[in-house]
């Protein structure tokens, strides 16, 4: 009942089944194992930058501009996950929502959740994961996934997404801030926001300059597909035909540049889909959302397997150094006596 | 054989062990077992900070001190980790060396290592607690681990340390930097590296304010400890003593500021070590250490029990919609057939 109400459109069905989501219920879990044949529909797009860059208002103005499109095109229905495990007393999440809100309340076409907590299901890549399934089962064409931090974040966004949007602003540490930890490998599109401060050039020079001399080796070599290779797209499908990351300038506080960067995330969809990389990019999430569930429940099944005063004999051993941790493992694992 | 080379200091033989660490080899993970007793003697200080702050410098300098102590006091020998997971095309970890080949170079009393691969032990964490114990094992006084980035890393320092260095720098986007997730809640000490460059002021403002603001908070509720409680030690124990981290100026390329930093890293661990933290902190580490160890022999066993036909099966059927993921993982834990 609940997943006809989703699949129908029902704010509050789907408000609930994300709360449930959240908490790993049973009913959560039942749901998505329901819903799950109707996903596959929505767009998703992976938001990620360093605090600052202003990505917030960036996705917000992404959405008022699917709702609200210039020339006479069909609204799209967008919904956004913000995934912000800062501590509670930043209070990011919540003032997101309230500076959200102003835009986009009331609009039914939208659909906004924000996750501060770090999820109960195999941790926040797989809770993030559920919910973009919930959210894609119940129709949205396009759906944003906004997290801090690229590259080395908890989310690994680029395995989430189908396009992936890096974004920077100027004087953010410039040319030390884009060489950060695989900023250009999952980047399919880099987003210099704030783009009316000074030292923009700057940003965009160091920016496209990197881009320039990683770019051949990266996309041929280092791809974060290359070590999940598709059975049915043999890699020669995709030859001499590749994605060069643009660069685009905008200025989401007043709706600069977004029109141009709504453009491009549609060309990239078209360059993936007639790539048939949107089916590679279709399998690696779909494993790497596997994975993170199967970790998760080999975890609770042995959990259930062995009794709490046997872990706690095995550390009190441990401590004393009476025990390698290897040896511990082995232990843990056998079931056998301390 | 290998063991009490190592234990003698040869460091030919710990440079061998430390690779077979690194690859997961059968040989040194007997070593490591064989090791492990006389673990514990070593002072762990972790270094993290954005890319740019100089840590790779102060961490340098910190090595040389302990080993030129200018007071007369007897040397220490230091070992070091860099963990620097980024591209290779960064080039950091070869370059670093390079520049602390110069002043360390020929010191038997300092063995550095850097880490550019992920390890295959059980992840990036995984291996590093290795190599801390193979080093501590060793007889190394102190060992500095220097990762990128707080809190977010690959690595969580904190859990891998007893004592924890934030480092920061002038101009890294000051304040918006220093509210970046997680930071104020594992630094031991904050130093302001790069402390000769305009700005210093107003960076040394922002991280007093923010520890004024979080400190009280974050150390009685919301300490990487609070969900790890020592058995032996009550929390009574620490009531009424804590560790207000101090905020300390380095200009590491002069060695401006270093002795203050070495003596604040002393009387931090005299504060552990009286107020019974050291133990706690001890644990958290192990039962971390045993933690990654644990998941990563879960999935390997299970790897062993499944074959990659059913594996890829799973996967296609996952691909067209036609199994959830929560049923996949059924199917595949269960071993049943497609």
New interface residues.
């Given amino acids: 009942m609940l997943v006809d109400a989703v699949r129908q459109g029902n704010r509050l069905a789907l408000g609930r089944l994300l709360t449930q989501v959240e908490n790993d219920s049973e009913e959560g ?1 039942q749901a ?2 329901d819903l ?5 529909g929505a767009h998703l797009i992976g938001v990620t930058g ?3 860059t202003g990505k917030s208002s960036l996705v917000n103005r992404l959405a008022y501009h699917y709702r609200h499109p210039a020339d006479g095109a069909l609204a799209r229905r967008v919904g956004i996950i913000a995934v912000d ?3 509670p ?2 209070g990011g999440a919540i003032l997101g929502d309230r500076v959200r809100m102003r835009d986009l309340a009331g609009d039914p076409g939208v659909f906004i959740r924000s996750m501060a907590s770090r999820g109960s299901l195999g941790g926040l890549a797989a809770t993030t ?1 559920a919910l973009v399934d919930a959210m894609d089962a119940a129709g949205f064409d396009l759906i944003l996934v906004e997290t ?2 690229a590259g ?3 989310v690994d966004v680029a395995s989430l997404a189908h396009t992936t949007l890096v974004v920077e602003a100027p004087g ?2 410039d040319d ?1 801030q884009a ?4 900023i ?2 999952i980047a399919d599109i880099l987003v210099i926001n704030k783009a009316d401060m000074a030292g923009v050039e700057n940003t965009e020079r160091a920016l496209r300059g990197l881009l320039q ?2 770019h051949p ?2 996309h041929l070599m ?1 791809g974060v597909f290359s070590h999940a290779p598709a ?1 049915d797209e043999p890699p020669s499908h995709n030859e001499g035909q590749y994605w060069e990351p643009p660069v685009l300038r905008t200025v989401a506080t007043e709706g600069t540049g977004v029109s141009t960067l709504v453009a491009e995330i549609d060309r990239h969809r078209e360059y993936l889909q007639e790539s048939g990389e949107w ?1 590679m990019r ?2 690696l999430r ?2 790497s ?2 994975d993170h ?3 998760a ?3 609770a ?2 959990q259930m397997s062995i009794s709490d005063a046997h872990v ?1 004999a ?3 051993r ?2 004393k ?9 082995e232990l ?2 056998n079931g056998g006596g301390t």
């Fill in positions: 879990r998505l194992v799950f044949h109707y996903t596959g360093a605090p600052g495990p800062s501590s007393f930043t994961s801090v931090g080395q974040g908890e953010l540490g030390i060489i950060k930890a695989g250009l490998e001399l990683a080796v990266t280092h059975q089916a279709e399998r779909l494993v959302q596997l569930l199967l970790k429940e080999l975890v099944r042995w706690q095995v550390i009190e441990l401590m150094r009476d025990l390698s941790p290897w040896k511990a493992v843990l694992l």
